[in-house]
Structure formats: structure tokens, C-alpha cells
């Protein structure tokens, strides 16, 4: 006579542990990812599984992963839960860091002006908050702070409570600091290299961030100052260089990509922006800026493609309202591609800290180690 099938909890943990993670290709038992497994009544079954960031793109596939693999048990019901535990980045500890408390430091570069990067920055910011992580902005950009407008703080002024550290001001459940609510927003900042490198680090340094798991760096559009003092003074997990579709922005991108290498910043991807127009009246798309151009640039220089994100009149609108087309028109087919394109980053942000380990830590995965 066959023996009964074990279902208690130690058994679906076995049963899980040999299961495949969608993102990294380890073993959940290898990534420590299934937490817990709890009998219910009627014979349901409740699964946790802890995930690198609450932002993961993954957690549909992670689902039906735990359910074809506990379905020879015959549970009634099987529901998963997540719960989730940024890391911080490998760089963390490796020496002088301005932002101690933050977990992950994320650049948004761009070759040349005008692609969308503070559009970018801000929607996935913002993205990513709204996914429950703990996320704050900071616009680089000196010469032409645009996130004050786009994020609906223009004329805000971030107070201090001990005179030694200002706290940034909060939209859309993201934490924000910029030049622009510190000086005249009409008057033209004409400063050489030392004074914007003590702008960053004043803007870095001495404010009250708090725990982070994510800080957005908007970066001005180049490859000038601001960028070599991050990458002198900052623990960054890496950079998203945003692009338009067209050969001349493709060019300044990779130029743009280049920096970064030379610097020894990691690449988290390319994000294409302005990528095809869907006209409202005939319902046909049309091509402004070509489209592909990023995939392919991608491709070509080995790094991730983060997404593709239409042109469209809301997400205009939204910047210049103040009023993010992902905080206030979340159900939009561009808004989600915004949504998808923060999801990526935040995966490929937590397989650089799965395989690279914090100093003084090992790594919880060594590459090259099979499963």
C-alpha cells in the first residue's frame, strides 16, 4: 500500500528549495528565498517568499513557480505571500560614502539634453515608492534643475531642525532635494567645476535622507563635473543611461556609456524614450524618433535594455503640471511601460548586490558557483 504524501510545511520547503528563480537563475533554496510555509484549515496552504526588493517584476512568475511545483501535494488552496529585504549595494563601507543611510545609489545619465531623463527619473522614483520601497530624488542637474516643476514643489523650501541638516521635501511618497529650492528659479548658475563639486556634496551630505533603499540621481545631460565627483565621493549601484531612438542621441549615449566605464560605474541598462507617437484620432503610430535604436545600442555595448516608453501628451502634461503620469495616471499604457522600466532597474540593481557582496560580507551567491 503507498505511503501518504507528506504536506507538512518542511516537506513544501523541500519541495521548493530545487525550484528555479526567474531572475537569477539560483535555486530558491541557494537565495534563502522561501521563508515560511503555513498548513491552513480547510487543507490550504500559505507560502512567504522573501524577495529582493518590493519591487520585483517577478512575483507573478514566482507564484505560478511555487504552485506547479506543490500541485502533486493537492492542497485546496495555495497562497503566496511576499515579503521583501532590499541589500545594499557592494560599494557600501569601500570608503568615504556622503549618503551612509541609503541602501542603493541609482544614476539616470544621458548623453545630450532633451531625451526625457528628469521625466524618467521622476516616474520611476515614483514608480518605485508606490511599489513600497523607501525612495528618495536628488537633482543633480545644477545647471537646470527641472524636478521641483515636474514633481509639484516649484517655490518649496526644505527646512532644517538642527540647523546642521535639511530635511527634503516629500512628493508622491518620495523624498526630494534640489538646487532649484535654494536659489532664484531665474536666475542663471554660472559656476565652475569646484563650485558645483561642493553644490553635490552639500546636496548629498547635509541632508536628512533617512533610510533609503533607492537614491535617484538625475544627472545633468554629458560627461563633465558632476559626474567625476560621484563617482569619486558616492557608493553608486550603478547607472541608467535614457535615450531617444535616433542615430545623433544613440551616439552621445554610447559616448555617455563610455564615462561610466572609464569611472568604474556599473551598467543597470538603457532605457529608449520618445519611442513611436499612437495618434489619438486614427489610432496609427508613428515612428517621430525611429524606434529600436536603444535595444540595439544595448545589444551592441552588452548591457541590459530596461524598456521602451512611447510618446505620449500625458506624460508631458505631467511634468509641466507637476502631477507624474505615474502617480495620477497609473492605468495608462505609457505609465505602465514607466512602471516596467523601474521594475527592471530595481531587479537588475539586486542581482548586482545578490552577486557582489557588502564589505566585510560574503556574497549570498558567488558567480560561476553552480547551483
Not at 15 to 26: E, K, T, V, Y
Not at 37 to 59: C, F, I, Y
Not at 202 to 225: A, K, N, S
Request: hydrophobic share 45%.
Amino acid at each position: 500500500m503507498a505511503s501518504a504524501l507528506d504536506t507538512s510545511p518542511d516537506a513544501v520547503l523541500r519541495a521548493l528549495a530545487s525550484q528555479i528563480d526567474p531572475s537569477s537563475g539560483r535555486t530558491l533554496g541557494e537565495l534563502k528565498m522561501a521563508q515560511s510555509a503555513e498548513v491552513l484549515d480547510g487543507n490550504g496552504l500559505r507560502v512567504t517568499l522573501q524577495l529582493p526588493t518590493p519591487a520585483s517584476p517577478h512575483k507573478k512568475a514566482l507564484e505560478e513557480l511555487v504552485r506547479a511545483a506543490l500541485k502533486p501535494m493537492n492542497f485546496s488552496r495555495v497562497e503566496v505571500a511576499f515579503t521583501a529585504e532590499v541589500r545594499p549595494s557592494a560599494s557600501k563601507g569601500a570608503g568615504n560614502d556622503l549618503v551612509p543611510t541609503v541602501k542603493n545609489v541609482i544614476l539616470v545619465g544621458s548623453g545630450k539634453g532633451g531625451v526625457g531623463k528628469s521625466t524618467v527619473s521622476c516616474n520611476i522614483a515614483i514608480a518605485l515608492a508606490q511599489l513600497g520601497c523607501k525612495v528618495g530624488l536628488l537633482d543633480a542637474d545644477i545647471y537646470g534643475p527641472s524636478v521641483p516643476l515636474m514633481m509639484g514643489l516649484f517655490g518649496g523650501r526644505p527646512q532644517s531642525t538642527d540647523g546642521k541638516k535639511v530635511l527634503p521635501l516629500v512628493a508622491y511618497g518620495v523624498k526630494v532635494i534640489s538646487i532649484g529650492f535654494f536659489v532664484d528659479p531665474d536666475q542663471a548658475m554660472i559656476w565652475r567645476g569646484p563650485m558645483l563639486h561642493g553644490a553635490l556634496v552639500q546636496l548629498l551630505r547635509d541632508v536628512e535622507w533617512g533610510e533609503l533603499d533607492y537614491l535617484i540621481l538625475d544627472l545633468p545631460p554629458g560627461t563633465g563635473d558632476i559626474q567625476l565627483t560621484i563617482a569619486q565621493q558616492v557608493a553608486t549601484s550603478g547607472a541608467i543611461i535614457v535615450t531617444t531612438p535616433q542615430d545623433v542621441a544613440l551616439s552621445d549615449a554610447i559616448k555617455a556609456k563610455t564615462m561610466f566605464d572609464k569611472v568604474s560605474i556599473p551598467m543597470l541598462g538603457m532605457v529608449e524614450n520618445m519611442a513611436g507617437f499612437i495618434c489619438p484620432h486614427c489610432n496609427q503610430e508613428t515612428e517621430i524618433f525611429a524606434k529600436g535604436g536603444a535595444e540595439q545600442a544595448a545589444t551592441k555595448m552588452a548591457v541590459p535594455f530596461l524598456g521602451r516608453i512611447p510618446i505620449n501628451l500625458a506624460i508631458r502634461e505631467g511634468g509641466d503640471d507637476g502631477k507624474p503620469v505615474v502617480a495620477v495616471r497609473p492605468d495608462l499604457p505609457e505609465a505602465q511601460a514607466l512602471i516596467r522600466v523601474a521594475q527592471n532597474v530595481a531587479d537588475r540593481v539586486a542581482l548586482a548586490n545578490l552577486f557582489a557582496a557588502p564589505r566585510g560580507q560574503k556574497p549570498l551567491v558567488q558567480l560561476g558557483k553552480k547551483a
